[in-house]
T-cell receptor, first 119, second 110 residues
Framework: GAVVSQHPSWVICKSGTSVKIECRSL??????MFWYRQFPKQSLMLMAT?????????EQGVEKDKFLINHASLTLSTLTVTSAHPEDSSFYIC???????????????FGPGTRLTVL | GNSVTQMEGPVTLSEEAFLTINCTYT??????LFWYVQYPGEGLQLLLK?????DKGSNKGFEATYRKETTSFHLEKGSVQVSDSAVYFC?????????FGKGTMLLVSP
């Protein structure tokens, strides 16, 4: 149980285009989803936290107009990188929590990540 | 602020060797501590955790003890296997926010 998927697993796009990454909880309802960014040999950096049905909370320094997050249902969150540029190339990872479960309360379940390369 | 420092890799070991991956932290408040593992091509998986000082987390032969006096949470395993090859992340959580270390790659050869 507690599986999180991401799609696509990798994407290459041209500079100036927008890219959407999906994060799905496959067997539980994700009341909260998190989006992270990971640079090579670096930590996972939290970008934003989103609760179903409400606006995402962005970490300091993350441009909300550039990284659009939508969490419209309890099983799906999307991250759209708008007008992507080469410096946006990175590994994006989502995670989800199932706060309805007393057993896994607050534990984050991670997706496999999406490798974005902007040419 | 909160931060996690873990030893740089890769750590290269032969099968059945003893493993230690060091992790130290700084945190405001009383953090919970975690080790996550990421196998090639997969997402992060929770390996073990400890929620208060002197707690020992253990799983799959790995263990780590929450040492408040040294602000450490070192990961150990007595005898590693080739299948343990992965990247290991130390992390702390205060409230709902996780803060990760940079990860340590472990390579185990037969």
């Amino acid at each position: 149980g507690a599986v999180v998927s991401q799609h696509p697993s990798w994407v290459i796009c041209k500079s100036g285009t927008s890219v959407k990454i999906e994060c799905r909880s496959l067997d539980f309802q994700a009341t909260t989803m998190f989006w992270y960014r990971q640079f090579p040999k670096q930590s996972l950096m939290l970008m934003a936290t989103s609760n179903e049905g409400s606006k995402a909370t962005y970490e300091q320094g993350v441009e909300k107009d550039k990284f659009l997050i939508n969490h419209a249902s309890l099983t799906l969150s999307t991250l759209t990188v708008t007008s992507a540029h080469p410096e946006d190339s990175s590994f994006y990872i989502c995670s989800a929590t199932d706060r309805s479960s007393s057993f896994t309360h607050n534990e984050q379940f991670f997706g496999p990540g999406t490798r974005l390369t902007v040419l | 602020g909160n931060s996690v420092t873990q030893m740089e890799g890769p750590v290269t070991l032969s099968e059945e060797a003893f493993l230690t991956i060091n992790c130290t932290y700084t945190a405001t408040g009383y953090p919970s501590l975690f080790w996550y593992v990421q196998y090639p091509g997969e997402g992060l998986q929770l390996l073990l955790k400890a929620t208060k000082a002197d707690d020992k987390g253990s799983n799959k032969g790995f263990e780590a003890t929450y040492r408040k006096e040294t602000t450490s949470f070192h990961l150990e395993k007595g005898s590693v296997q080739v299948s343990d090859s992965a990247v290991y992340f130390c992390a702390l959580r205060v409230y709902s926010t996780l803060t990760f270390g940079k990860g340590t790659m472990l390579l185990v050869s037969p």
